[in-house]
């Protein structure tokens, strides 16, 4: 069974850094055609995803945060981490990770979703 | 970036009837592999947004069957046979045919 769960702080100040940690059991990040995906909502506003690690280190990321985000992995403690700098109010939301498997023709689509952290950015 | 454009946003169903949400991207989801690459999430209340749909017309694990999906290209749908009370919640579609994946504003289906 595979199970995601998001870890970070719940309040970050504008200009700040933040940190979240995706822990993951079920998978490994070893896998070829295995990803881990963060995607987040605003509150009351639709799902945006931001960035996106292979089994491979291949790493993507949505090109209107690509110069604050940086997304690794580490395989020996299944954990998958995305920093975002210069935070700001925007981006105050609920950060989800999820699973996939994406490998020539196969693809699983995001098939499980960690319960989300909410991250307020304020003074 | 693909645009994903859905209608409609809001959805009132009487329980037993249809439901239907249609999804147009702003450029073709059909990659060289042949796979369409047009996913559908459902965010029911208070929970994570969960896999209904992938490549378009494939139901996810312990989906329903009264769920159902088409489309190709650029226009897809998203049909539910007899819309259940579990069923409330917002649609989503997205694209995963390049980076960055790109999400519809979602429909929010309620029970009349």
């Known amino acids: 069974q595979i199970t995601l769960k998001e870890s970070g702080p719940t309040l970050v100040k504008p200009t700040q850094t933040l940190t979240l940690t995706c822990t993951f059991s079920g998978f490994s990040l070893t896998t070829s055609g295995v990803g881990v995906n963060w995607v987040r909502q605003p509150p009351g506003k639709a799902l945006e995803w931001l960035a996106l690690?292979?089994?491979?280190?291949?790493?993507r990321f949505t090109p209107s945060l690509k110069n604050r985000l940086t997304i690794t992995k580490d395989t020996s403690k299944n954990q998958v981490v995305l920093t975002m700098t210069n935070m700001d109010p925007v981006d105050t939301g609920t950060y989800y990770c999820t699973h996939i498997y994406s490998l020539s023709t196969d693809y699983s689509g995001m098939d499980v979703w960690g319960q989300g952290t909410t991250v307020t950015v304020s003074s | 970036e693909i645009v994903m454009t859905q209608s409609p946003l809001s959805l009132a169903v009487r329980p037993g009837e249809p439901a239907s949400i249609s999804c147009r991207s702003s450029?073709?989801?059909?990659?060289?592999?042949?796979?369409?690459?047009l996913d559908w999430y459902v965010q029911k209340p208070g929970q994570s947004p969960q896999l209904v749909i992938y490549?378009?017309?494939n139901r996810a694990s312990g989906v329903p069957d009264r769920f159902s999906a088409s489309g190709s290209d650029t226009d897809f749908t998203l049909k539910i046979s007899r819309v259940e009370a579990e069923d409330v919640g917002v649609y989503y579609c997205m694209s995963a045919a390049q980076v960055p994946r790109t999400f519809g504003q979602g429909t929010k289906v309620e029970i009349k």
């Open positions: 490549l378009a017309y």
């Open positions: 450029q073709s989801l059909l990659q060289g592999g042949g796979n369409t690459y």
């Open positions: 690690i292979y089994w491979n280190d291949d790493r």
